[in-house]
């Protein structure tokens, strides 16, 4: 029966993307990418904490997300917050370890739901926030709403990056 019961564990391990880390929940997978002309290698993980969805009767979880093409090094961080944002950019705010907010515009593509940095310089100083945290908040406030806060676990967030990375080489 253990035998069975670590041969399931395995194989969910490489069905949920082959890259898992249990630790914190990030996991590296291929997807597809219409603005990158094919596929993408993305470093995800789903907020620990639900926010309201936009009639305000669900719950939805937002997806922080770091993103790259093959062959290419160049890292793009996007959040999927699953509700309408905004139709135009709008600033992000990242808090690490309980420290004080760091805010950077970001850009919303046309879903409206989902916000994306506007380059690799600002990419580079969410990860390096990241690198050196345990604990991330996000906050954006939806147009005219209140804000929203979603919550990720970085625990193993650098050997999920240097996976990432390594595939993007």
Same mark, same amino acid.
């Given at each position: 029966?253990?035998?069975?019961?670590?041969?399931?564990?395995?194989?969910?391990?490489?069905?949920?993307? @082959?890259?898992?880390?249990?630790?914190?929940? =990030?996991? #590296?997978?291929?997807? *597809?990418?219409?603005?990158? $002309?094919? %596929? &993408?290698?993305?470093?995800?993980?789903?907020?620990?904490?639900?926010?309201?969805?936009?009639?305000?009767?669900?719950?939805?979880?937002?997806?922080?997300?770091?993103?790259?093409?093959?062959?290419?090094?160049?890292?793009?961080?996007?959040?999927?917050?699953?509700?309408?944002?905004?139709?135009?950019?709008?600033?992000?705010?990242?808090?690490?370890? @309980?420290?004080?907010?760091?805010?950077?515009? =970001?850009? #919303?593509?046309?879903? *409206?739901?989902?916000?994306? $940095?506007? %380059? &690799?310089?600002?990419?580079?100083?969410?990860?390096?926030?990241?690198?050196?945290?345990?604990?991330?908040?996000?906050?954006?406030?939806?147009?005219?709403?209140?804000?929203?806060?979603?919550?990720?676990?970085?625990?193993?967030?650098?050997?999920?990056?240097?996976?990432?990375?390594?595939?993007?080489?």
């Amino acid at each position: 029966m253990r035998n069975a019961s670590a041969l399931a564990a395995a194989l969910l391990s490489f069905v949920w993307g @082959g890259a898992s880390n249990a630790a914190g929940n =990030w996991h #590296v997978e291929t997807i *597809e990418d219409a603005s990158a $002309s094919g %596929s &993408a290698i993305a470093l995800m993980q789903e907020s620990a904490k639900t926010i309201k969805g936009e009639s305000g009767t669900s719950d939805v979880r937002p997806v922080i997300e770091l993103r790259c093409v093959p062959g290419n090094a160049a890292i793009t961080a996007r959040i999927d917050w699953q509700r309408f944002i905004s139709s135009f950019s709008t600033e992000v705010g990242f808090k690490v370890d @309980g420290g004080r907010f760091m805010w950077l515009k =970001w850009k #919303v593509d046309q879903s *409206e739901r989902v916000t994306i $940095s506007p %380059s &690799a310089e600002d990419s580079q100083k969410l990860i390096d926030a990241l690198s050196a945290g345990s604990e991330l908040l996000v906050e954006v406030s939806p147009y005219s709403q209140a804000p929203e806060t979603a919550s990720f676990d970085l625990s193993g967030f650098s050997d999920s990056l240097a996976s990432l990375m390594s595939k993007c080489q």
